[in-house]
């Protein structure tokens, strides 16, 4: 993938989204124009195309994240996935309100999830809490488990921070106590090796366009049983409406992708990413790395620079580099990252922070010219600042 760096910013906002594969859209295009038959229509061979489109896509989507295909349901994305999961949970529960143990820095797709249901006496909620460097404490999950958590909320890796939590022995523990889980993967698909049913993962998560996919699809892996299961329905999915088969077929060649290559894009984005992290820290004094350095995506650098606004930072940055201060669902709010208050990270931390997110199309080029594009930024709002306050 090619463009003039002075025409376009550099694109550094991957968590955000993904662009779009060129393999990925030319398999949307094929099956948009050419099979571009109704997954459900039995009485013709369009249909049946179309059938088989999904049930390819479906056994591509269980290859990544280690699940049996039957329980691949596929969505809109990760946040109806999120809905649907807990939703579901609910539905099954025994007696309510469901008893749910969730970590402070979820998705807001999660929280937001939760809180419906809360306000309905459906749910209640037990937080489990992070340290500083946003590293979940294993020890309070099992005792949540113990005190007789019905559910467990822990994304597979933070879309801010790019914390990466340890989810096989979160499903190890929920399943010890006869508890189901929810990992939210969308940020970890495509990145990190998963086993959702070798790891005992009652619910996972994703979604297409963070893995170089369409926008508009996911997936959500669910218990058997789950879904559709009218006999005149022939794909299984969640809901009864015509399949997005492009889409579908899109989510599925970028997970057949993800599942070959991202091996070798991982070393290449974790040696750029580390690049850029060490020009920063040479020519910003007072910079701060956030997030656990040990176990973090490859592609992700969460930065602050005390006494430095983000919001001055970026604007100045707009027609540069593309970054952003946090969270896509959050961007342009007011107060501050909910993940970074649940850190406990000063407030200087927290109004200065800049997430940095590269990709499999990022190139050390770029890498080398964000280093000197944020570098004058930050230089550039400090000399603001200063004769403000001469």
Request: glycine share 8%; net charge negative; hydrophobic share 45%.
């Amino acid at each position: 993938m090619t463009r003039e760096l002075a025409r376009l910013p550099i694109y550094l906002d991957y968590h955000a989204t993904t662009p779009v594969d060129p393999r990925v859209a030319a398999i949307v295009l094929q099956v948009m124009t050419a099979n571009f038959g109704n997954a459900n229509s039995a009485e013709h061979v369009y249909g049946d195309a179309a059938a088989e489109l999904v049930d390819k896509a479906r056994g591509h989507v269980s290859a990544l994240v280690g699940a049996a295909p039957e329980t691949v349901h596929f969505t809109s994305g990760s946040t109806e996935s999120i809905r649907l999961a807990i939703g579901h949970a609910v539905s099954v529960s025994k007696k309510l309100p469901l008893r749910v143990a969730a970590t402070t820095v979820e998705h807001r797709a999660v929280l937001d999830a939760l809180a419906a249901h809360e306000a309905r006496g459906e749910a209640v909620v037990h937080w489990l809490p992070v340290d500083h460097r946003g590293r979940l404490d294993l020890e309070a999950l099992e005792h949540a488990c113990r005190q007789g958590a019905d559910l467990v909320c822990v994304m597979a890796a933070n879309n801010e921070v790019g914390v990466i939590y340890p989810v096989e022995q979160v499903g190890q523990i929920t399943a010890r106590f006869g508890a189901r889980s929810l990992i939210d993967a969308t940020q970890a698909a495509g990145h990190l090796p998963l086993r959702a049913q070798e790891w005992n993962i009652t619910y996972l998560a994703l979604s297409a366009h963070k893995i170089y996919g369409p926008k508009g699809v996911g997936a959500l892996v669910a218990p058997r049983g789950f879904g559709a299961q009218s006999p005149n329905h022939r794909v299984s999915g969640v809901g009864e409406g015509t399949p997005n088969v492009p889409g579908i077929a899109g989510l599925g060649e970028a997970c057949r992708l993800r599942d070959i290559e991202h091996a070798a894009d991982e070393k290449r984005m974790e040696a750029q990413r580390d690049r850029l992290e060490s020009l920063l820290l040479a020519a910003i004094g007072g910079l701060v790395v956030n997030g656990d350095p040990e176990h973090r995506l490859s592609n992700n650098l969460h930065i602050a620079i005390p006494g430095v606004p983000n919001n001055a930072v970026i604007a100045r940055l707009r027609r540069r580099v593309a970054l952003s201060s946090g969270a896509a669902c959050s961007s342009g709010a007011e107060t501050p990252s909910h993940v970074l208050q649940a850190m406990g990270l000063p407030y200087e931390i927290q109004g200065s922070a800049l997430r940095i997110s590269s990709g499999k199309f990022t190139t050390d080029e770029e890498i080398e010219c964000a280093a000197e594009q944020i570098t004058s930024a930050v230089a550039s709002v400090r000399h603001a600042l200063k004769g403000v306050m001469a």
